[in-house]
């Protein structure tokens, strides 16, 4: 259990380096993780702060491809056909209501930084350079 802020962005910044095929690639990435945490220069999604570095295998966002398959009461339905409120299954087997939005296809948006680093996101969203 954390009792401070830096605690969380310890734990977040590892938990999102974790997949780094290095430890020194882990080491360099969550340093640079912390520092874009650090003082709140950037709060992520609650998503991420609750789940990153837990041990619980969660998603980091919540954007699918359409085909994504979500087992709901009603079998397994493609999340692209899902609206409204739906009882699907969680973690440990227990039925939930979960509410499911389309944005509809988004467009990648291609950005080139001065330094000619190339970011890439969907319109409507930040970016975030470390």
């Keep these: 259990m954390e009792t401070s802020i830096e605690q969380l962005w310890q734990r977040v910044s590892s938990g999102i380096s974790s997949i780094e095929a290095t430890s020194e ?18 709060v992520p999604a609650g998503r991420i702060l609750a789940g990153a570095g837990t041990g619980h295998e969660v998603t980091y966002m919540n954007c699918f491809a359409a085909e994504t398959l979500v087992h709901t009461k009603q079998g ?13 299954l969680s973690d440990g087997g227990v039925w939930r209501d979960a509410e499911f939005k ?12 001065e330094n000619h680093e190339v970011l890439y996101a969907t ?8």
């Excluded at 509809?104 to 930084?113: D, F, H, S, Y």
């Design 25 to 42: 690639l882990r080491d360099e990435w969550r340093e640079k993780f912390y520092k874009v945490l650090e003082d709140f220069k950037f």
């Design 76 to 88: 397994l339905r493609e999340i692209g056909t899902l609206r409204g409120t739906q009882e699907v």
């Design 102 to 113: 389309s944005f509809g296809i988004q467009k990648l948006m291609r950005v080139e930084l």
């Design 123 to 130: 319109e409507g969203l930040s970016l975030i350079h470390i």
